[in-house]
């Protein structure tokens, strides 16, 4: 297809899309109501159910699809052809979900949909709905649409949905490695993050890495009284708390040797054009419910805190009596969960010995340290000077007229440095959520309009892909 075919056909695919928009929320409902939980293996039927459900729809749609077996959930791969002389443009998304619990937090069932109307032109409420089925589904529709006004898409399409990104991705370099050659590719687009704000997109160009550990201490051999023995012994649940208050201190920073060694600075001109986009602080902690944030390093904004400093937090600690009323012993055990975000210039398996260094240091004598490690992976750096960006931004411009900006993110997707590393190619983060969202919280949801401005920007970003083939 020439140039002057690719818009006139981009029109009729963005009329298509808009005309068929209740059709493509039907879809998303449908595969919203799958409980593809990757972390909980009383879920894997139903990871695998989500696998074929993304698989016959990409069937449906033109490409040979295939659900690939791996060491641990499948990968989905769906491929069409390029047309003579277009680019291949790889995607990547995720059809595995977080934990839906705390169950009773949820105003109507985590796997059963509803379309709520509100004031934004409505949104449609489950796990999943924007992390990462419905900002997956927003390809998916674009290239449907492409698919039923110009027989398929202006470029090579190349698509890999993977079902553990929600549970450290721990399979996914083998199906790199494997499928290396036919993953091979111009471009990778992933839309797994969020925009400026509902009229501004965002092209993400920093993600934070991770180490997650999760330690057990154990010191009595048994729950004990603690009338009798309280004064005489340690308390599991007490010591491990007092850790976890070690790992601060009071202005904020991580106590953990070595834990900053090798940590990037972000360059002045990146800090002044974050300071430039005038963050409201106070209506992202309103998103929260909150009006104080704070949180991390004393000293740096709250941008710098959350996209280029690293982090630690305990994500859930148990231990001793839990049930109801009062129960008076000294539990046997605590148990806590840690994760770090990293940023370029940390090293993962450096941190992840410092933190059990750290913890095993100040265990009491005789005490028991079991660790069971969650995966690591370190931080992203995306290049802003790719060509393609410059392409995804003229794209966006089908579904936006704010123009797209630059932006960094607290979250993690390992998968991008593996598909950097692995295929030597640019990966482009565009995503469609907001700060709203309740991302990994009950009542995630995703806005009508930017599920309907997604498939807008993907059919515009297809059609701007082939137009720079290079
Ligand atoms: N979609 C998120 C990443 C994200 C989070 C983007 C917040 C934008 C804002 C992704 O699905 C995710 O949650 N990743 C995990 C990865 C972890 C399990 C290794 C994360 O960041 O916690
Ligand atoms: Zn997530």
Not at 129 to 154: C, F, N, S, Y
Not at 260 to 281: I, M, R
Request: net charge negative; proline share 6%.
């Amino acid at each position: 297809m020439n140039e002057t075919n690719t818009t006139a056909s981009c029109k009729s695919v963005l009329a298509y899309a808009d005309e068929h928009a209740d059709a493509s929320l039907a879809r998303l409902i449908d595969i919203l109501k799958i409980p593809s939980i990757s972390t909980d293996s009383a879920h894997d039927e139903d990871v695998i159910r989500g696998a074929q459900w993304f698989a016959d729809e990409l069937a449906a749609i033109g490409f040979e699809a295939e659900v690939v077996k791996t060491t641990g959930h499948p990968v989905v791969f769906a491929e069409v052809a390029a047309p003579e002389g277009a680019p291949t443009v790889l995607y990547y998304g995720h059809y595995d979900v977080q934990p839906a619990d705390p169950l009773e937090l949820w105003d109507s069932p985590p796997f059963d949909p509803q379309v709520v109307d509100d004031e934004n032109g409505g949104r449609v409420v489950a796990r999943g709905a924007v992390d990462d089925k419905g900002q997956v589904m927003t390809i998916v529709e674009a290239l449907r649409a492409w698919h039923a006004v110009a027989g398929g898409p202006p470029v090579g399409v190349k698509i890999m949905l993977e079902g553990e990104e929600e549970s450290g991705s721990a399979s996914l370099d083998g199906f790199l490695t494997a499928y290396r050659e036919r993953l091979a590719s111009d471009v990778c687009v992933v839309s797994d993050t969020g925009m400026w704000n509902a009229e501004t997109p965002a092209i993400t160009t920093m993600l934070r890495g991770m180490v997650y550990q999760e330690f057990t201490i154990t010191g009595p051999s048994m729950d004990l009284h603690s009338g009798m023995y309280g004064g005489a012994v340690q308390n599991p649940v007490n010591v491990l708390c007092s850790i976890v208050a070690e790992m601060h201190d009071s202005e904020g920073r991580i106590t953990i040797p070595n834990f900053y060694d090798g940590v990037e600075e972000p360059s002045s001109a990146v800090l002044s054009d974050w300071e430039s986009l005038n963050f409201d602080e106070e209506g992202f902690l309103a998103s929260a419910g909150l009006t104080n944030g704070d949180g991390g390093e004393h000293g740096r904004s709250m941008l710098e805190r959350t996209w280029s400093r690293p982090t630690l937090d305990a994500n859930g600690m148990c231990g001793g009596y839990v049930g109801e009323g009062a129960k008076t012993i000294i539990p046997s055990s605590a148990m806590v969960k840690i994760s770090c975000r990293l940023v370029p210039g940390q090293d993962p398996e450096a941190i992840e010995h410092a933190l059990v260094a750290f913890v095993r240091d100040r265990l009491p004598e005789g005490w028991s340290l079991d660790i069971d490690s969650h995966g690591s992976n370190p931080a992203v750096e995306v290049r802003n000077d790719s060509p393609w960006l410059n392409a995804a931004r003229e794209g966006l411009t089908c579904a936006y007229s704010n123009p797209a900006i630059v932006v960094g993110c607290g979250g993690s997707i390992p998968a991008v440095g593996s598909i950097q590393a692995e295929l030597g190619i640019d990966a482009l983060l565009v995503g469609f959520g907001l700060d709203d969202d309740r991302v990994h919280s009950p009542n995630e949801k995703f806005d009508l309009r930017c599920f309907n401005g997604g498939i807008r920007s993907q059919i515009g970003m297809l059609a701007a892909f082939a137009a720079h083939s290079s």
